[in-house]
């Protein structure tokens, strides 16, 4: 069963015509897409009611949307009554017996009539009872006086939960049987005049763009009474909240209410599973979906320490090693520890130019060596020993010839005759390195999950390395989402705007050093998206949407993830940067950023920047940030994370003029972001904030 996209719940009602004024015991439909009702329905009477959901059902099949439709009377009555009117087994011979002999109106309907006629085909009095006119009926008793009619008085689903009417009372308080008697008739006649679209339940599979379902408001009578507390019509509220709950729950929730082994009869969905229904009805956190990205329970807004602690926690490298050579390897993430093949530096050598001899050979005060033959020079040894008391020439970067421990600069030294002179004062060793003072043949000379700068490449080779073993790169999927989308450069009509979104995620995921896959735009169109998805999560590690992840009309990303099954919308205590939207499509990552690019930039590098790194083997990374004086005021509210565009000028960060998140002039003009605790705080100027660099995000 794939997921409903619009769910709508009405209330029944067997009454004549209400008025133009909204009240309460009259028809009510209540609609919700996304756990977010709109305002509910009042329709006056029955004619009216159903000409409103024909055209909710025309629409919704219009849109390619699929319609949960649910109705709060039986769709069917006690074991054994349909065959004993109709001959038939089949629930729908009764409806179609109903629809064919109920007479209906907005001022009035033949249902008491009815009854009594459809007693007198039974033996003894009854089953219906109840009759709500001044004039006596033929075969229909005023009181409960029935006897001997050999009908079961209860379905099994109202035997089983509290507080259920029999649909044999045709009126009184609560009485819910002139209601089955004047529905199943407009049910019948939707279900003719959408043959083929529509699947009722619990007796046909739901495999139709429209279900009809039997529901019931008292299931969730907790979370409508304290609704009702606040004021309002009680038949708007019960509406509006059970539209509310079944369209908040899981797809898997919804399909172990929707599982029942249900008898000829029909049943209430939700049956036995009133906590839940209740919770979801109410104004509080949807229940916790069964996936990697879900949250803990009651959290409502999610620090931003909480949300990358998740996704550190659940993320892990997604890519191979291969080798590359060692040019090559700028920018790659080192897959496994390098060690040092030989020692650098190798040899003892010097450090400068100027005269080697053995420091132990030297006398006192001012010192005159003889030289000797040769010189020794970087590359090229110097074949044989350098007798005590003499010197040799000697170039920076040559290895020390046997017999010298110790240079002098050739600055602090007179040469003639084959000698040189130098004043005392030489320390022992001076102007030398020892062989492998600075990496050990043997020694870890680079660590893995490095990402590998230029300073990497120098070491690498120093310690004689040709091949790295790097993780391949990342494979990055861009995507701009939105009908109001035209790439610069192309005609715009009025209210398109130019995608400034996927150039700057595109370079963005250039500077990380990942691969870019650029998927181009795509429409508000939720199986146009769903193609790309597909495709993306073939081809890529991971997805970076824009646009369409809030919960609106428009937003398929979120709905696309939601549907998918794996898929929270994270509210995290951020700004600017809400909503993000983090799932697993095709078991991809996909991070589904806001559309306003000040928002997409900020959290990418916050959020996609640390999970990235992540999934490409280099770790979780934290950028650096370093505390210096604001340049500056601000007062911040508590509650959530605030980052603002600043860059640091004479020692301070200034931030930008506009902490407008439309302001992609503040992006541009920006070098990095002032971080504010999510707690309240006042900035004065000259107080340490902290400030990251772009280039800490790298
Ligand atoms: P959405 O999240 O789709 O509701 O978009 C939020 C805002 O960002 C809207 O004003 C969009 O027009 C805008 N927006 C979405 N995608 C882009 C994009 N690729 N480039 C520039 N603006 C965008
Ligand atoms: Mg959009």
Redesign the pocket.
């Known amino acids: 069963m794939t997921k409903f996209d619009t769910v709508a719940i009405v209330d029944w009602s067997a009454g004549n015509d209400t008025g133009s004024r909204p009240r309460k015991d009259a028809i009510w439909m209540g609609i919700a897409r996304d756990g977010q009702t709109e305002e509910p329905v009042y329709l006056r009477n029955r004619p009216v009611a159903e000409h409103a959901i024909a055209d909710l059902i025309d629409a919704e099949l219009a849109a390619g949307r699929r319609l949960f439709l649910g109705f709060d009377f039986p769709f069917g009555y006690p074991r054994g009554f349909g065959e004993a009117l109709t001959g038939s087994e089949d629930p729908f011979a009764l409806w179609a017996w109903l629809e064919a002999r109920l007479e209906d109106s907005p001022k009035a309907n033949n249902r008491f009539d009815l009854a009594g006629q459809i007693n007198r085909q039974f033996p003894g009095i009854g089953p219906f009872w109840f009759n709500g006119l001044g004039r006596d009926i033929d075969g229909l008793p005023r009181k409960d006086t029935r006897d001997g009619h050999g009908m079961p008085e209860l379905r099994r689903v109202e035997a089983q939960s509290k507080g259920t009417f029999s649909c044999w009372q045709l009126g009184g308080a609560g009485a819910v049987g002139g209601q089955v008697l004047t529905g199943l008739p407009v049910l019948e006649r939707l279900r003719r005049r959408f043959s083929g679209q529509v699947a009722v339940w619990p007796f046909e599979p739901l495999d139709r763009p429209v279900a009809f379902v039997e529901i019931w408001p008292g299931l969730i009578n907790a979370a409508v009474k304290d609704a009702e507390a606040q004021g309002g019509i009680r038949d708007a509220h019960q509406v509006r909240l059970l539209s509310r709950a079944v369209s908040r729950l899981p797809q898997a929730r919804l399909r172990a209410m929707l599982d029942v082994d249900a008898p000829k009869e029909g049943w209430i969905m939700g049956q036995g599973f009133e906590t839940e229904l209740t919770q979801a009805a109410r104004l509080a956190p949807p229940p916790l979906r069964d996936d990697c990205f879900a949250l803990p329970a009651g959290v409502d807004w999610t620090p931003v320490d909480d949300a990358l602690a998740m996704l550190q926690d659940r993320l892990h490298a997604v890519v191979e090693q291969e080798d590359v050579a060692v040019k090559n390897a700028a920018n790659r993430i080192l897959a496994s520890d390098v060690i040092a093949v030989r020692s650098n530096p190798h040899l003892p050598n010097t450090a400068v130019d100027g005269y080697g001899f053995a420091y132990a050979s030297l006398g006192q005060g001012d010192q005159i060596l003889p030289l000797v033959k040769g010189r020794a020079a970087a590359g090229l040894a110097f074949e044989g020993a350098v007798p005590a008391g003499h010197a040799i020439r000697i170039l920076t970067g040559a290895a020390l010839p046997d017999g010298v421990d110790t240079v002098i600069l050739q600055e602090d030294v007179t040469v003639g005759g084959g000698q040189i002179a130098f004043r005392p004062g030489v320390k022992t060793g001076a102007n030398t390195r020892k062989a492998g003072e600075d990496v050990h043949a043997g020694d870890v000379a680079l660590k893995a999950g490095r990402k590998l700068t230029p300073a990497d490449l120098a070491l690498a080779s120093a310690v004689g390395i040709s091949r790295l073993p790097v993780f391949r790169r990342l494979r990055v999927a861009v995507l ?3 009908d ?2 035209v790439d610069a450069g192309e005609a715009a009509a009025p209210g398109q ?1 130019y ?4 150039p700057m995620l595109s370079a963005l995921v250039d500077q990380f050093g990942f691969d870019c896959v650029d998927l181009g735009r795509v429409p508000d169109d939720r199986d146009a998206l769903r193609a790309i998805l597909d495709g993306a999560a073939a081809e890529a590690d991971t997805i970076l949407t ?5 919960s ?1 009309d428009e ?1 398929h990303v979120s709905a696309l993830l939601q549907d998918a099954g794996a898929m929270a919308e994270w509210r995290v205590a951020l700004k600017p940067g809400r909503p993000l939207a983090l799932g697993l499509w095709d078991g991809t990552p996909v991070f589904g950023l ?4 000040v928002a997409a930039f900020v959290c990418t590098l916050i959020f996609a920047r640390p999970a990235m790194a992540l999934l490409a083997g280099q770790g979780w990374t934290k950028p650096q940030g370093f505390s210096v004086p604001a340049g500056f005021s601000k007062s911040k509210k508590p509650g959530r994370r605030e980052y603002l565009r600043a860059r640091m000028r004479d020692g301070r960060a200034d931030v930008f003029k506009s902490e407008g998140s439309g302001r992609i002039s503040g992006l541009s003009w920006a070098e990095g972001l002032v971080e504010l605790p999510d707690d309240a705080l006042e900035v004065a100027e000259g107080d340490p904030v902290r400030f990251i660099p772009f280039g800490s995000f790298l």
């Open positions: 701009s989402t939105g109001e989308l705007i995608d400034a979104n996927r824009s646009g369409g992840a809030s609106g937003d806001p559309g306003n690019p």
